[in-house]
């Protein structure tokens, strides 16, 4: 934040994204540009194009890749990232590349490898065109009441503050909410027994860059961490685990057996998995909150 200062208060000018939130991709991504990734695109991306499941995404990407190539941001040679394409030290992919990256320090060039100057702007201008909104919240943490029903949860159940406090929705220090217009969702990644949050647009905005609740959350809360602030005050459920690809099916082949429909058996936990999971733990008296962890399938195991 310091060594950057002047280009990250430019990028706020021009983009309106705040700098921690820049810095704070930037640090999970690629550990400040440290950590980008060795292998070859080209050669990553045909081969997830020949075979595997993710074919389709392969091609998009490979001929994105090559695009790149062809106008000359970067050498073959350098060409390099991860196993699926992810490439720079923001970890764009080519076709979010060849639609987002821009040229900040001025050399002509879209440099997401070696200009840090070019990934934080290609990054801030990626999250200005996925709506993020200048000076509005991300995430807050909040208490929820005793009685919440966890049917209200989830990222797709987005409501007013106002309608949040008049469902006994507090803050995590169990003052009250702000009421407004303003609209959030309530999400609890670890299930019940862990913190609670309502997250914002800005929230989703970063989700557009990686669709993952866990992702965007480590985002905002280290940027509230480089500004001085931001511990999550509610203990995460260290003896309910989230479970691994394996366990997951497992869980899934245990609902199934149940009676309970969780589409395809894959270990991918989708919408039909977690209305599963709901309807188990309805059944079982417990909180339906649709959390896949290691208790949950140390009861399933249990018969």
């Known amino acids: 934040l310091r060594s950057h200062k002047a280009t990250l208060r430019k ?10 939130i820049l810095v704070a991709i930037w640090g999970l991504e690629s550990a400040y540009g440290t950590r980008m990734g060795e292998l070859n695109i080209i050669r ?26 062809e106008r000359g941001d970067v050498p073959v040679s350098k060409f390099q990232g991860s196993w699926a394409g992810a490439m720079g030290q923001t970890q764009f992919i080519p076709t979010t590349y060849n639609s987002f990256a821009v040229d900040i320090d001025g050399d002509g060039r879209r440099n997401v490898w070696t200009s840090a100057a070019d990934a934080l702007g290609s990054t801030a201008n990626y999250l200005r065109a996925s709506k993020w909104k200048k000076g509005a919240p991300t995430v807050i943490e909040v208490r929820l009441p005793k009685k919440f029903n966890f049917k209200y949860a989830g990222l797709r159940k987005s409501r007013t503050m106002a309608k949040w406090i008049a469902m006994g929705v507090r803050d995590v220090d169990g003052s009250r909410l702000r009421s407004s217009t303003k609209r959030g969702a309530v999400v609890v990644p670890a299930g019940a027994n862990g913190p609670a949050f ?11 860059y990686n669709n993952a609740v866990s992702y965007a959350l480590a985002v905002s809360y280290l940027a509230k961490r480089f500004k001085g602030n931001g511990e999550i005050v509610r203990r995460w459920p260290l003896e309910n685990l989230p479970l691994n690809l394996a366990q997951n099916r497992e869980l899934q082949e245990l609902l199934s057996k149940r009676g309970h429909k969780v589409g395809k058996i894959d270990g991918k936990v989708g919408s039909n998995t977690i209305r599963a999971i709901k309807a188990y733990q309805q059944r079982q008296g417990l909180k339906a909150d649709g959390y896949p962890g290691s208790a949950l399938l140390k009861r399933l195991r249990k018969g």
């Open 11 to 20: 990028l706020e000018r021009r983009f309106g994204v705040d700098r921690h």
């Open 198 to 208: 309502i997250v914002f647009n800005n929230f989703r905005s970063i989700l557009r």
């Open 44 to 69: 990553s991306l045909a081969t997830l194009a020949y075979t595997g499941s993710r074919r389709k995404f392969g091609f998009k990407q490979l001929i994105g890749a090559l695009k790149i190539l």
